[in-house]
């Protein structure tokens, strides 16, 4: 329903679909996340987030750390988009604990950069420049190279 534009009807459904208690957490987990993408290009911060949190709290009844640190992320994105820096920090931070217990490198490393680009959007480039020297670039995703790369020109000491 959202890839035909039909968000609203996505929403009702997936809370219809919610109030029945399938015992189907990765279900769940993935309709909400598909309705936080979906919010998040209709520009919808507070539909962004309560999506979000939706699909972290089924993606923690799952055994799957790479899907937690995942959601986790997804919803630190949603919160520092809406300036809220500090819970967005924190909910990165729970993230990379998951991804690594996961040891998922790729992810450990793009929660590390999303944690400097949330520092850089906060104004502290310290915090920013500490995080990116933590970045592995090998193990970083090649689509994140150049956002590395700005970053690190961006926080530059002056």
Known sequence: MTVLGK???A????EQLEGE??????????IFAELGHAALKE???AKHIEYRIKS???ALKLPDYQQQAIAYSN???ALRNNRNYQEAEQAFLNGLACAE???????INSIKLRIAENATLGNDP???????KQISVEGLPSLQLSRYRKLVKDNAPH
Do not use: S
């Open 7 to 9: 968000t609203k009807e």
């Open 11 to 14: 929403q009702d459904f997936a």
């Open 21 to 30: 208690n399938y015992n189907a957490p990765v279900f769940y987990h993935e």
């Open 43 to 45: 520009g919808d911060n």
């Open 56 to 58: 972290l709290n089924w």
């Open 75 to 77: 919803y630190a994105v």
């Open 101 to 107: 217990q996961a040891k998922d490198i790729a992810q």
């Open 126 to 132: 310290e915090k920013a420049r500490r995080w990116l």
